[in-house]
């Protein structure tokens, strides 16, 4: 351990140039092996970010807890995600129900009005509802005979549906809305394209909101709308309702829809354990949840920037420096207290992973994402238990490209 | 073992619900609410696993 909180560069620094983000990896379900590199040598260093700039890459599961925890890492001085894709060169200023870029106080104001509809409870009522979704995706796919893509028919509608319905959004919209998502999420779009795409959302969102006041639903966004319209220190202005309602819509379909594709070829890749899950249904609950953490979709981890010098695991972090809490990395850490943290085991107790962050910004919708993908899981590997891949395992196409790990498409058979 | 639960501080991610749902509930708008402030043993481990988890370091443990 460091015991200095003095940065000391080395002489190897001062000549070569920084490293960028690990991003090459050598199993398309594990991330980049250059990360147990790092966490035993260097567990806080320094990366270049591809648009200019640098900044610390956290990897080990203490310190990525601690720093998201830690107030004094700010979500509101940065902006995306710098360190794999260029920013606008302007620092815009977040704006009001932007969750993921407000900090204390402002965040709790805006999260917790949409909190009561992500509770245990609340999810728990939506189960017959999201088993009724799923069942009838797996009555089409047995209906087409196969093959079918497992991310066309049965992720994404699922997520999609499910999302739509709770905030009280139009399925027939969603080729609208998965496609912005697209557009959001690809690390190889300018700043002008992602903030078209942004736009856009914000206006189909707008158009809702409107209409929804006019004529309210049994749905979240009229909830709100009306707890708004009634209480005049409600901080939910249109402005607001519209950007809780894009981030919810995107954030609800896509990260789940990512995760129910990666985890079907991440069992037909371990068939033992796709087998134990056959067998054993009531293993599916400890089972998601390592599924979570093996995988560990948000790829690129969480980024915050320092509002004051700040030691971390021994390093000083000095005001104004961006920080990267590497999720993935942090998952495969043996400090996580598991044994043998890179094999996949959906029989173990759940780790306490940091798949969905950590700190008061861990993903709201998490029961939801729980229930979405126990119930489709089970319901997928009961109905084909010969499920199989349709086509050679190098032709899947991974989201490498992507904020949000996954496959483009899974081509299936059974 | 003696349990308190910040409320203020409660970001209603429920994982305290999953770990411990004995000791922990959710009121309708979310935020975690503290059933027994002196679970039985058995429920220990659970609790222990719920202060580990929850995100907000909401939860505190003091040993009796």
């Known amino acids: 351990m460091n015991e200095t909180t003095v940065n000391e560069p080395t002489t190897n620094d001062a000549v070569s140039p920084l490293p960028g983000m690990p991003r090459v990896r050598t199993c398309p379900f594990s991330p980049a092996p250059e990360y147990a590199r790092l966490r035993e040598n260097a567990p ?21 807890r601690a720093m998201l925890a830690d107030p004094r890492f700010s979500s509101s001085l940065g902006m995306g995600a710098p360190h794999v894709r260029p920013v606008p060169a302007m620092l815009e200023k977040p704006r009001p129900g932007a969750l993921l870029r407000l900090d204390e106080p402002e965040h709790t ?62 399925y027939e919209d969603r080729d609208t809305f998965q496609g912005l998502a697209g557009q959001l999420l690809a690390i190889d779009a300018s700043p002008e394209q992602t903030q078209a795409a942004r736009l856009e959302l914000g206006l189909f969102i707008a158009g809702l909101v409107a209409a929804k006041r006019e004529q309210p639903g049994e749905d979240l966004l009229s909830t709100l709308i009306q707890e708004a319209d009634a209480d005049q220190d409600s901080p939910l202005t249109d402005e607001a309702l519209t950007i809780l309602g894009s981030l919810l819509l995107i954030a609800g379909h896509e990260t789940t829809a990512n995760m129910i594709a990666l985890s079907t070829l991440t069992l037909l890749h ?39 010098d700040v030691t971390l695991g021994g390093r000083l972090i000095c005001a104004g420096e961006y920080v990267i809490a590497a999720l993935p990395s942090a998952n495969r850490d043996p400090a996580l207290g598991i044994d043998a943290p890179d094999r996949l085991d959906v029989t173990r107790d759940p780790a ?5 962050g950590y700190g008061p910004h861990q993903c709201l919708g998490q029961q939801l994402a729980r229930a979405e993908l126990q119930i489709t899981l089970t319901s997928l590997i009961q109905r084909f238990p010969t499920l199989r891949l349709a086509v050679p395992p190098e032709q899947v196409p991974y989201r490498d490209d992507m904020i949000i790990y996954g496959v483009h498409r899974l081509p299936v058979t059974w | 073992m003696r349990v308190t639960l910040d409320q203020d501080k409660c970001c209603g991610a429920g994982t305290c619900v999953l770990s411990a749902p004995d000791v922990f509930d959710q009121d309708d708008d979310g935020i975690a609410i503290l059933l027994d402030p002196t679970p039985p043993a058995h429920l220990a481990a659970g609790v222990r696993d719920a202060a580990t988890r929850c995100p907000a370091a909401a939860i505190r443990l003091e040993a009796e």
């Open chain 1, 44 to 64: 806080i260093s320094q990366i270049a970010f591809p648009g200019g700039g640098s900044g610390w890459l956290v990897t080990r599961y203490e310190d990525v």
């Open chain 1, 109 to 170: 104001r805006y999260r917790r009005p949409v909190m009561r509809a992500f509770t245990v409870k609340r999810v728990q009522a939506l189960r017959p509802r999201i088993q009724q979704i799923v069942d009838e995706c797996l009555d089409a796919m047995e209906r087409s005979g196969g093959p079918v893509d497992l991310v066309a028919e049965l992720a994404l509608p699922v997520t999609s549906l499910v999302i739509c319905e709770l905030l009280g959004v139009d």
């Open chain 1, 270 to 308: 371990h068939p033992g354990q796709f087998a134990a899950l056959h067998h054993n249904p009531s293993l599916v609950q400890g089972a998601v949840d390592e599924l979570l953490r093996y995988l560990t979709i948000i790829q690129f981890g969480l980024t915050r920037v320092a509002t004051e």
């Open chain 1, 352 to 356: 306490a992973h940091v798949a969905f």
